[in-house]
């Protein structure tokens, strides 16, 4: 079973600038998930979709953070305009279902200067 | 609001030592419980998955127990080696929502 995929590994903006962030999670894996990680902490979480619908956004930084997943299969997530607060590495997951273990990806680091 | 605190913070210990890391949570309605294991720079690896109706889970050296009414899991390793060096996660599971403890860092020093 292949894993979930992300892309870029690494990305280094400069404030102000734009970025986007691209997952594929597990075939068949109707639940998928953003998690933004700041060093030396946890993972939070910014966006749950099941399918291609969103089941939890509280934590998403919406006036400047946007993710969508077209046909419940791939998904992005933007940051526009980026922040130095932003600098994270951003985790992709899904599962078969909510309430099903996870699997993440090897996530995104972003640093922002 | 759930809320999930792993102590220690971090940990070392000499190899072939056995050893346990703690997670606790406050609220007992979970679905499941999940160990990660990340290295720097990397994302997470899951270890272990217990299930509510479970009481423990083995992988290998890997033994990780759940007690809900206590709010309480255990990760116990056994045999320790510098492999094993890394930042472990539990993740709990309520109604469509995990939230992740702060992690315990793990040095095994050969």
């Known amino acids: 079973e292949a894993g979930v995929a992300q892309s870029p590994r690494y990305k280094i903006i400069e404030k102000r600038q734009s970025v986007a962030f691209w997952c594929n999670p597990i075939?068949?894996?109707?639940?998928l998930y953003w998690y933004q990680q700041i060093l030396g902490q946890g993972p939070k979480l910014l966006i749950q979709?099941?399918?291609?619908?969103?089941?939890?956004d509280s934590q998403l930084p919406k006036d400047r953070f946007s993710a969508e997943r077209l046909k419940g299969v791939d998904s992005t997530l933007k940051i526009q305009p980026a922040k130095l607060e932003d600098s994270a590495v951003y985790l992709c997951?899904?599962?078969?279902?909510?309430?099903?273990?996870?699997?993440f990806g090897s996530g995104t680091r972003l640093t922002v200067v | 609001k759930q809320e999930v605190t792993q102590i220690p913070a971090a940990l070392s210990v000499p190899e072939g030592e056995n050893l346990v890391l703690n997670c606790s949570f406050t609220?007992?309605?979970?679905?499941?419980l999940q160990w990660f294991r990340q290295d720097p720079g990397k994302g997470l690896t899951s270890l272990l998955l217990?299930?509510?109706?479970?009481r423990e889970q083995t992988s290998g050296r890997l033994n990780a127990s759940l007690d809900k009414s206590s709010g309480r899991s255990t990760l116990y390793i056994a045999a320790s080696q510098p492999g094993d060096s890394a930042t472990y996660l539990c993740?709990?599971?309520?109604?469509?929502?995990?939230?992740f403890g702060t992690g315990t860092k793990l040095q095994v020093i050969p």
């Open positions: 075939s068949g894996h109707a639940t």
């Open positions: 609220d007992s309605a979970i679905y499941n």
């Open positions: 979709f099941q399918n291609n619908g969103v089941v939890d």
């Open positions: 993740a709990v599971g309520g109604y469509q929502k995990v939230t």
């Open positions: 217990i299930q509510s109706s479970q």
């Open positions: 997951a899904s599962s078969v279902e909510a309430n099903y273990g996870y699997t």
